[in-house]
């Protein structure tokens, strides 16, 4: 059986009032003031205490901090390399202008010294 739009059915679940006492309610609970958790519960205007971890992770997220980090750790690797750069001037290699990797430089550094130390006590 059709029912036009006017009709109505006594049998029908609900009718065209309940429909719009549910859109009113909606509609209220949309446009109230009180922020609500998604669960229709009110949650707290003012933000919970944030832990001393928690400030600093929204800290770091920040694109300026990144920015900031990134080029404090540049300078830092720069120094770095420099001051491998003139560790490498003072050790004799074969040839002078040999491309050494750190942990060579290093492992020379400590050789040198090794053989330095032992030219003094003779």
Known sequence: MMLSPDQTD???PWS????????????????SDEPTDGEGKPRPLAPQAL??????RRRRATAKYR????????????????????????L????PDKKLSKIEILRLAI????????VLDV
Not at 78 to 87: C, P, R, S
Not at 92 to 95: D, S
Request: glycine share 4%.
């Open 10 to 12: 006594p049998d029908l």
């Open 16 to 31: 065209q009032s309940d429909a719009e006492t549910v859109l009113g309610d909606i509609k209220a609970s949309c446009l």
């Open 51 to 56: 832990t001393r971890e928690e400030k600093r």
């Open 67 to 90: 920015s900031a980090h990134a080029t404090r750790e540049r300078i830092r690797v720069e120094a770095f390399n420099v001051a491998f750069g003139e560790l490498r001037k003072l």
């Open 92 to 95: 004799p290699t074969l040839p």
């Open 111 to 118: 050789c040198y010294i090794s053989y330095l130390n032992h």
